[in-house]
């Protein structure tokens, strides 16, 4: 069965820090998409990035930095110089990649991340 | 904006009622999902619709139903409603590759 785990529940850093969020994900899939999404205090769902399980290329866009390792199965979310705006509940998703009709994502139970000023 | 759009915003209902949850894909998005959120079980899979067929069931109530329109938009009916049902429903939709789904506002339900 498929899985995620966010083990990291909340955490809190002071603005300017760096901060990890952890994703550790199970599939017996070969091929799968992995997600992560940003729910701040509005409440809306907000996507970030999308990797597929055959690209572990490392990306970066602006402060965020995405680490894949399938051999750990992980999907590490870096955020460089925190921010406040920064503050909200951060998702791990994972989907099969095989069906052209799309397939459902199952979550992690997030993380919260708190940044003061 | 996702592109995605959900009415209503709120709803506050009693117990026993039925309510309506409507969800408006992106344009040309063929698919489209329901989420349930909530603070016990966290964010869950009810049901996919695609291009008007119901494609896949999650962990969705039989007191709950949906359908998808030729327009492709899609409701949620919830009946019976209990105290646990409430909570932050969320509709998605993806686009021909289905590699990507991108969520709208959401409708916060609660069950009084």
């Known amino acids: 069965a498929q899985k995620v785990t966010q083990a990291q529940t909340e955490i809190s850093v002071v603005e300017k820090e760096d901060v990890t969020l952890d994703c550790v994900y199970e599939t017996r899939d070969t091929t799968y998409y992995l997600f992560w999404y940003k729910q701040p205090p509005s409440g809306e769902l907000v996507f970030l990035i999308r990797?597929?399980?055959?690209?572990?290329q490392n990306e970066i866009s602006g402060r965020y930095s995405w680490n894949f390792q399938k051999s750990t199965s992980s999907f590490n979310f870096t955020i460089t110089a925190s921010q406040v705006v920064d503050s909200a509940v951060y998702f791990c998703a994972l989907s099969e990649a095989y069906n052209q009709a799309g397939t459902a994502l199952i979550f992690g139970k997030g993380t919260t991340l708190s940044v003061s000023s | 904006d996702s592109g995605v759009t959900q009415t209503p915003k709120h709803l506050i209902t009693a117990t026993g009622q039925r309510v309506t949850l409507r969800c408006s894909p992106r344009?040309?998005?063929?698919?489209v999902y329901w989420y349930q959120q909530s603070l016990d079980q966290g964010l869950q899979f009810l049901i996919q619709?695609?291009?008007?067929?119901?494609?896949a069931k999650g962990n969705i109530l039989e007191r709950f139903s949906a359908q998808q329109f030729p327009d492709l938009h899609s409701e949620l009916n919830l009946s019976s409603l209990e105290l646990g049902d409430s909570a932050l429903y969320f509709c998605?939709?993806?686009?021909?590759?289905?590699?990507?789904?991108?969520f709208g506002p959401g409708t916060r339900l609660t069950v009084l």
């Open positions: 619709y695609y291009n008007g067929e119901e494609r």
């Open positions: 990797r597929n399980s055959f690209d572990e």
């Open positions: 998605a939709s993806s686009d021909a590759r289905a590699d990507t789904q991108y």
């Open positions: 344009s040309g998005d063929l698919s």
